[in-house]
């Protein structure tokens, strides 16, 4: 099941890529969230890595897709939470339609995003192409776990996946 918890997706206005360069910090005024960002690549499975539950207030930039601003989809994972309380994108499913986004690059400069849509997927139901596709402009995917937790597996079942495209 896909739900939706924006309003009308923002017109998008086309914004000149940025050059490649690394995220060093993510800021989500609407939500409160600021936050390093460590890098990530793939499980030996070659699902996508995670931040380490013991660094559940830290974001992690998949470095196998783009960097945000460049163009693509720049892909940002965190957890929803842990045994103690909540992570850093406990709030994710909150953002709206307009919201900012904020990256700051290893370059020096920061790639500002704004909110499209955000929606809560059945993990057995992942959107990979529209998290990961190049949707040809800057993008950017913010995606942490959401909907009901299974206590037997020990996962959420839902995925929460807020989607950008760059402003400036």
Not at 95 to 120: C, M, W
Request: aromatic residues 6%; glycine residues 10%; contains cysteine.
């Amino acid at each position: 099941m896909s739900t939706s918890a924006s309003r009308p997706p923002v017109k998008i206005k086309p914004v000149r890529a940025l050059p490649a360069s690394r995220p060093v910090r993510l800021e989500i005024p609407r939500i409160d969230v600021r936050t390093s960002l460590m890098t990530l690549g793939k499980n030996p499975d070659q699902t996508i890595e995670v931040p380490p539950l013991a660094r559940a207030g830290i974001a992690g930039w998949y470095r196998l897709g783009p960097t945000p601003g460049a163009k693509g989809a720049a892909v940002i994972v965190g957890h929803v939470d842990t045994t103690t309380g909540p992570a850093v994108f406990y709030r994710l499913g909150q953002l709206r339609a307009g919201d900012k986004v904020r990256v700051s690059r290893r370059d020096g400069s920061v790639a500002v995003f704004l909110i499209d849509a955000v929606e809560s997927v059945d993990k057995d139901r992942f959107p990979t192409d529209k998290v990961y596709g190049d949707p040809g402009y800057p993008a950017i995917r913010l995606v942490t776990c959401g909907g009901a937790f299974d206590r037997q597996s020990g996962h959420y079942e839902h995925n929460i996946i807020a989607y950008g495209h760059l402003a400036r």
